[in-house]
């Protein structure tokens, strides 16, 4: 009985918080409703929020979080002007890490210098990171706004609008870096595929889309651009952050873009830090942007990087296996089949179990199906 009192008692809440959030029509709100209450971790991550930051993801996930309407909400209520807000953005127009100014300071995109990376994010600095496109300029927004959400009404309000400041300061930072209107709105990234859907609605998408897509050089729109790259560094920050950061490319709007650090040289003093990775070697053609906001269909916003590979030619590939028998994750699982192969490459055993990819029929312009569900 307790459990059964606790399911309900979080379903009332969740529709309670629903209700506060203004203009949002009855269809929506069961919507979303459901997509939470029948999602363990997203109704965990919805408890896990500041009480008054609840509506402001729900909102998010709806569609977007407005970059200004929030400051301007915020001094609205609080009886703060643009002068508060303005003298916060002076103080904060220096990178100071643990108390020191650096700008510009050139590390190797390497994990022992991920956590630095996670502080900085976390401070609301901006940072230029490879990714496996090109390199790109990375912001945290989010996660200073819920902790401004948390405190704003509290006696130490002012404290947590300085976090707030810092939080918007930094997005709009990278706007000014690149010269780029505040219309065109900057994607988001996170660590893994399933994290996608705590920042965007994806119930509408097959099991196995994205991650068909996933981690690549792709961002998914699903009202809002999400990427996660196939790149080790940029994800273990994401991860590390606990939100989604900010990214785009690392150059001045309409130039070309960055696959080497010297490439946008001009702008390191605009960040904290720069991770070097070297050369990018697939060329300055970005990710390839991709709408899935509608059911069954598809639209290419931007094509961008080919995932092309090897030798140029395409291999036929299927599983080592004979036909109707369990599929192979380790070499000794098709041993009777060696004789046939002229070498057999190992990697030991695969780690994530017997499915194999999932395929998905994309024949038909503007619309896909699935065929089979994979990993």
Known sequence: MKYAHDVVDKRARVYGVLEQIEGLNFFDRTRVGQMIVNDQKRVNYFFSLPDTAKPYWLQMLLGGVPKIGFVNLLQRRRGFRGGMAKKMAWSLEKCEVNGETKLGLVQPATEEYAEEAIEALKAGKVMAVPTDTLYGFVCDAWATLTLVLLKIYSSDSLFWC?????????VNRIYEIKGRKHMSPLAICVGDVQDIQCFAITDHLPCGLLDCLLPGPVTVVLRRGVRVPDCNFIRVI??????????????????PSSVDIKDFENLWEHCVYIYDEGMLPLGRAGSTIVDFSKLGKYKILR??????????????LTSANLSGKPSSVDIKDFENLWEHCVYIYDEGMLPLGRAGSTIVDFSKLGKYKILRPGR
Request: charged share 10%; glycine share 14%; with cysteine.
């Open 162 to 170: 300085w976090a707030y400041c810092t939080s918007t300061e930094a």
């Open 238 to 255: 994401a991860r590390g952050s606990g939100t989604a950061p900010a990214l785009t490319s690392a150059n001045l709007s309409g130039k």
């Open 303 to 316: 094509p961008g990087r080919v995932i092309a590979r090897g030798s140029g030619t395409a291999p036929a």
